[in-house]
């Protein structure tokens, strides 16, 4: 309800919420830059009108250094996965120094040891303030896509966390 309230999430227009379905890079870059901003005022005052619905928040996202290193602004409407979402909650995070006072412990997974060094380093970083965290066989599944309910928790925490 606190990212309602927010303005930051929504249903659909019929009602429903679908908390399985996944996420794209569009929605997720949508709900974590109004989360930045304190809200749509910002992206609605400075529309950059460039086709896809999604694509002030993504250059913003660009603009700002928070896309993971090698990928644009394209594949807007392709699920994000938690490897992506990851880099991109540690660098804003990191760039604007949100974070707790008292760091949660280090995990090690047991499927991360082949992801890039700054990969690894983000998500040590989003597990030790409690953004999100991997699976009760001591995994991450960086490749799996997110879906609207793990989202929707990792966004709360995300306010949480500024807050």
């Known amino acids: 309800m606190q990212l309602v309230e927010n303005g930051i999430i929504n249903g659909y227009t019929d009602g429903t919420y679908k908390p399985e379905k996944a996420v794209t890079r569009g ?15 910002y992206f609605e005052i400075n529309n950059f009108n460039i086709g896809h619905w999604a694509m002030p928040y993504a250059i913003e996202a660009s603009r700002s250094g928070y896309l993971m ?3 644009t602004v394209a594949g807007l409407d392709n699920p994000i996965s ?22 949660g412990t280090t995990i090690e997974f047991s499927d ?17 303030n ?5 699976y ?11 879906t609207r309910a793990e989202v929707a928790t990792v ?9």
């Open 112 to 128: 991360t040891s082949r992801l890039d060094e700054n990969t690894n380093m983000y998500i040590d970083f989003v597990t030790e």
């Open 69 to 71: 290193n090698g990928t």
């Open 136 to 146: 009760p066989d001591r995994t991450f599944k960086p490749e799996k896509t997110m």
């Open 130 to 134: 409690g953004l999100i965290s991997g």
């Open 155 to 163: 966004m709360g925490r995300f306010l949480d966390l500024m807050y």
């Open 27 to 41: 929605e997720f870059l949508k709900l974590i830059m109004v989360a930045l901003y304190g809200g749509n005022d």
């Open 82 to 103: 938690r490897k992506e979402m990851v880099n991109i909650l540690a660098k804003i995070c990191l760039k604007n120094r949100i974070e707790k006072d008292e760091l």
